[in-house]
C-alpha cells in the first residue's frame, strides 16, 4: 500500500517568518495530494490541494508544490501568525482513498 | 460549502454498552463516507470506507463485527462499536466525499467523537 512520510514532526517558527512541511509518498499512481491542518479536539480541515496535472497552487499565504519525478510535495506557509498553529496533515491518494502523513506540529511564536 | 456534522462529539460509557456515531454531509451529497480512528498525536488510521447503498470496505485488521457500519442514504453513514471496552476508548472521526467521474473530490471530515469507555 501507500507509504507516506512527512517532515518535520514538530516545527516551530516565529510570527511572520514562513513554515515548509515536505512529505513523500510511494505509490507512482497516486494523483491527488491534499494537506489538512487539524486543531485541538476538531476534526482536520481542507486547507489546499493539488492534483498530479499541475506542478504548484497557491491560495493567499498558503502554497503547495508537487514534485511526481521524484514523488514529493511540500506546504509553504508564508507570514505565519497564531492562528496557524496546529497539527498539519498531509496526505496522498488516488480515486478511492487517501494515506496520511505522521503529521507536523507548527507553534507560531509571537 | 461541504459541511460535514458528526455526532455526538463526546460519549462516556460503561464497558459492554454499545455506541451509535452519526455522519452527515448538510449541504452535499457523499457517495462515499470513511471512518477513521486517532490515538493522541498520532495520523488518522482510516478503519473503513461504505459506499451509499453497500456494505462497507473495511481495512486490514478491522473487525466488523465490532465496528458496524451502515451508509443507508447519501447523507449519513452510522458507525456503531458493539460491547465497547476500555480498548476501544479513542478519537473517531468521519469523512465524506461527493462523486466527480472526471477528478479526486476532497474528504470533508467532521469534527470527530471521543469515546470514552469505563
Known amino acids: 500500500g501507500e507509504n507516506v512520510e512527512q517532515h518535520p514532526s514538530t516545527l516551530s517558527v516565529q510570527e511572520g517568518d514562513s513554515a515548509v512541511i515536505k512529505c513523500t509518498y510511494s505509490?507512482?499512481?497516486?494523483?491527488?495530494f491534499p494537506w489538512y491542518k487539524q486543531e485541538l479536539g476538531k476534526g482536520p480541515q481542507l486547507i489546499i490541494d493539488?492534483?498530479?496535472?499541475?506542478g504548484e497552487k497557491k491560495d493567499q499565504r498558503i502554497a503547495v508544490t508537487l514534485n511526481k519525478t521524484a514523488k514529493h510535495f511540500s506546504l509553504h506557509i508564508t507570514e505565519t501568525q497564531p492562528e496557524d498553529s496546529a497539527v498539519y496533515f498531509c496526505?496522498?491518494?488516488?480515486?478511492?482513498?487517501?494515506?496520511f502523513g505522521a503529521g507536523t506540529t507548527v507553534t507560531v511564536r509571537a | 460549502g461541504a459541511v460535514v456534522s458528526q455526532h455526538p462529539s463526546r460519549v462516556i460509557c460503561k464497558s459492554g454498552t454499545s455506541v451509535k456515531i452519526e455522519c452527515r454531509s448538510l449541504?452535499?451529497?457523499?457517495?462515499?463516507m470513511f471512518w477513521y480512528r486517532q490515538f493522541p498525536k498520532q495520523s488518522l488510521m482510516l478503519m473503513a470506507t461504505?459506499?451509499?447503498?453497500?456494505?462497507?470496505?473495511?481495512e486490514q485488521g478491522v473487525e466488523k463485527d465490532k465496528f458496524l457500519i451502515n451508509h443507508a442514504s447519501l447523507t449519513l453513514s452510522t458507525l456503531t462499536v458493539t460491547s465497547a471496552h476500555p480498548e476501544d476508548s479513542s478519537f473517531y472521526i468521519c469523512s465524506a466525499k461527493g462523486q466527480d467521474f472526471y477528478s479526486n473530490q476532497p474528504q470533508h471530515f467532521g469534527d470527530g467523537t471521543r469515546l470514552s469507555i469505563l
Open positions: 461504505s459506499n451509499e447503498g453497500s456494505k462497507a470496505t473495511y
Open positions: 505509490d507512482s499512481a497516486s494523483n491527488y
Open positions: 493539488i492534483r498530479s496535472n499541475v
Open positions: 496526505a496522498s491518494g488516488g480515486a478511492y482513498k487517501l494515506s
Open positions: 449541504d452535499f451529497q457523499a457517495t462515499t
